[in-house]
């Protein structure tokens, strides 16, 4: 019999690629929770006193907490477009829940089709990865803008809105546009119990050959819960509904991570797993002080000023618990300033791949590992209100900026720009602008400089600024 060499050698190196993909592939699994509203002070090992999170205490116990984590943005659509990206909410191309398009109309409109998001880079790194949850990114009619189209393999997303009444029901879209995922209001207690189970059902059907990412895209505490058990902690309490409702929420989700993490555990995946659990912006709250969440019920926000909406540090500081098991010191404090532009860069750097250039974060993997950290010069934020709901006093634009210890803030392009010291008032109260000329120079420098114009969000929120597509 005559034996070709070349062959034999081709199934050698075959072999031995296989054989060795998953076994020496020691990159950690990551798991990325985002909770939808929840407020800097909602947690009990962030101040919490009424409001029962026992899972994401212990967690807490285990891990990593920060001081100083920003989102992306006040509200759900921009401050998820960062979190994708890496790019700062001035450059990113989603600057509020809806866009000025034309005549006055304002609409939510999709992530750019160019935009390089997490699910595309863990794919090109060799990850199997995961999207659950609210993507808010999209436009309801094309499939092309969810979040499978985006990178992720294994992609089931709340959808509402559209056309057609094909994608106002109730449930998971799975992998774009291939099959409902119905939500059983009489199975689960809330929808992240639901997307909880959806994830189980990834980890379950998964492939062992590759790490993976999981981002779990929660919808507690803002989610619109219908006639769930969202009572259920507290319904004996004498107080409003709609602050049972809230309290309930945040419980139920804290049960939710507690059996996700339970998972992690029995399937023997935790123990190299990067776990972070953060927050999308501050916590919501009604405006009107009528029939909605008040801030101060549950003092929401600690001693922050404001909540969702605002950039002021109660509508953008947000918790950011860590934990990788021997790798991060329990129970350890972090006052690094840092948010979610650079979640991607600190992603890039522990699976091995270089950071994307569009991404301006600096990762923050030296604080997870108490070596010394890289700091930013400053962070910026750009916002505008959309106008479909509310009026927009000075264009509904906003910005504000981090330069160490001091915060600027500026409600309108014309309006004085206001400056707190942090360190010394948190809560910004005490407006010292005119003791900083300097600072105040250079804020304004960055409010104009540090940003790109972008379809839909016109500098200024003036309409004549408005840029055609």
Same mark, same amino acid.
């Given at each position: 019999?005559?034996i070709?060499?070349?062959?034999?050698? &081709?199934?050698?190196i075959? /072999?031995f690629?296989?054989?060795?993909?998953?076994?020496?592939?020691?990159?950690?699994?990551?798991?990325l929770l985002?909770?939808?509203?929840?407020?800097?002070?909602?947690?009990?090992?962030?101040?919490?006193?009424?409001?029962k999170?026992?899972?994401?205490?212990?967690?807490?116990?285990k891990?990593?907490m920060?001081?100083?984590?920003?989102?992306g943005s006040?509200?759900?659509?921009?401050?998820?477009?960062?979190l994708?990206?890496?790019k700062?909410?001035?450059?990113?191309s989603?600057?509020?829940?809806?866009?000025?398009?034309?005549?006055?109309?304002?609409?939510q409109?999709?992530?750019?089709?160019?935009?390089?998001?997490?699910?595309?880079? /863990?794919?090109?790194?060799?990850?199997?990865?995961?999207?659950?949850?609210?993507?808010?990114?999209? &436009?309801?009619?094309?499939?092309?803008?969810?979040?499978?189209?985006?990178?992720?393999?294994?992609a089931?997303q709340?959808?509402?809105?559209?056309?057609?009444?094909?994608?106002?029901?109730?449930?998971? @879209?799975?992998?774009?546009?291939?099959e409902?995922?119905?939500?059983d209001f009489?199975k689960? #207690?809330?929808?992240?119990?639901?997307?909880?189970? &959806?994830?189980f059902k990834?980890?379950?059907?998964?492939?062992e050959?590759?790490?993976?990412?999981?981002?779990? !895209?929660?919808?507690?505490?803002?989610s619109?819960?219908?006639?769930?058990?969202?009572?259920?902690?507290?319904?004996?309490?004498? @107080?409003?509904?709609?602050?049972?409702?809230?309290a309930?929420?945040?419980?139920?989700?804290?049960?939710?991570?507690?059996?996700?993490?339970?998972?992690?555990?029995?399937?023997?995946?935790?123990?190299? &797993?990067?776990?972070?659990?953060?927050? #999308?912006n501050?916590a919501?709250?009604?405006?009107?002080?009528?029939?909605g969440?008040q801030?101060?019920?549950f003092?929401?926000n600690?001693n922050?000023?404001?909540? $969702?909406?605002?950039?002021?540090e109660?509508?953008?500081?947000?918790?950011?618990i860590a934990?990788?098991?021997?790798k991060i010191?329990?129970?350890?404090i972090?006052?690094?300033?840092?948010?979610?532009?650079?979640?991607m860069?600190?992603?890039?750097?522990?699976?091995?791949?270089? $950071?994307?250039?569009?991404?301006?974060?600096?990762?923050?993997?030296?604080?997870?590992?108490?070596?010394?950290?890289?700091?930013?010069?400053?962070l910026? @934020?750009e916002f505008?209100?959309?106008?479909s709901?509310?009026?927009?006093p000075?264009?509904?634009?906003r910005?504000?900026?981090r330069?160490?210890?001091?915060?600027?803030?500026?409600?309108?392009?014309?309006?004085?720009?206001?400056?707190?010291?942090?360190?010394?008032?948190? !809560?910004?109260?005490?407006d010292?602008?005119?003791?900083?000329?300097e600072?105040?120079?250079?804020?304004?420098?960055i409010?104009?400089?540090?940003?790109?114009?972008?379809?839909?969000?016109?500098?200024g929120?003036?309409?004549?600024?408005f840029?055609?597509?």
């Open positions: 019999m005559i070709n060499k070349s062959i034999i050698k &081709t199934l050698i075959t /072999f690629l296989v054989s060795c993909s998953h076994k020496n592939d020691t990159r950690p699994n990551i798991v985002l909770a939808d509203d929840l407020g800097y002070n909602e947690l009990g090992s962030y101040g919490q006193k009424i409001i999170t026992p899972h994401l205490d212990s967690l807490a116990k891990s990593m920060f001081t100083d984590f920003y989102a006040p509200v759900c659509s921009p401050a998820r477009a960062v994708l990206t890496g700062s909410s001035s450059h990113v989603i600057r509020g829940n809806a866009a000025f398009v034309k005549d006055s109309v304002w609409e409109i999709a992530l750019d089709k160019n935009e390089y998001t997490l699910g595309e880079m /863990f794919k090109e790194a060799g990850y199997q990865s995961a999207f659950i949850g609210k993507w808010h990114l999209d &436009t309801a009619d094309q499939p092309e803008t969810w979040a499978f189209s985006h990178g992720f393999d294994f089931a709340e959808q509402w809105g559209g056309s057609t009444d094909k994608y106002k029901k109730q449930g998971l @879209w799975l992998n774009g546009n291939e409902l995922l119905p939500y009489n689960h #207690d809330c929808k992240d119990a639901f997307y909880t189970d &959806t994830a990834f980890l379950e059907e998964k492939s050959d590759k790490p993976f990412f999981l981002f779990m !895209s929660y919808r507690a505490p803002h619109f819960e219908g006639p769930l058990r969202d009572t259920l902690w507290y319904a004996k309490e004498d @107080w409003p509904k709609v602050e049972q409702a809230q309930a929420k945040i419980t139920l989700q804290d049960q939710q991570v507690g059996r996700l993490l339970e998972k992690l555990e029995s399937i023997n995946e935790l123990d190299n &797993t990067l776990v972070l659990y953060t927050s #999308d501050g919501h709250f009604n405006h009107d002080n009528i029939n969440h801030l101060e019920f003092d929401s600690g922050l000023r404001g909540g $969702k909406r605002d950039l002021y109660g509508g953008l500081r947000v918790p950011l934990y990788w098991k021997d010191l329990p129970g350890s972090a006052d690094h300033i840092s948010g979610f532009r650079d979640i860069t600190t992603f890039a750097e522990i699976i091995g791949v270089e $950071k994307p250039i569009q991404n301006k974060g600096i990762s923050f993997l030296p604080t997870l590992f108490n070596k010394d950290q890289m700091k930013h010069e400053f910026n @934020w505008q209100l959309s106008g709901f509310q009026k927009l000075d264009g509904g634009f910005q504000s900026v330069i160490g210890d001091f915060k600027a803030v500026r409600y309108g392009v014309d309006s004085s720009i206001e400056l707190y010291n942090l360190k010394d008032d948190e !809560s910004e109260t005490n010292i602008s005119k003791l900083y000329p600072i105040i120079k250079r804020s304004e420098q409010f104009l400089s540090e940003r790109i114009d972008t379809y839909g969000f016109p500098y929120g003036v309409i004549q600024n840029i055609p597509n």
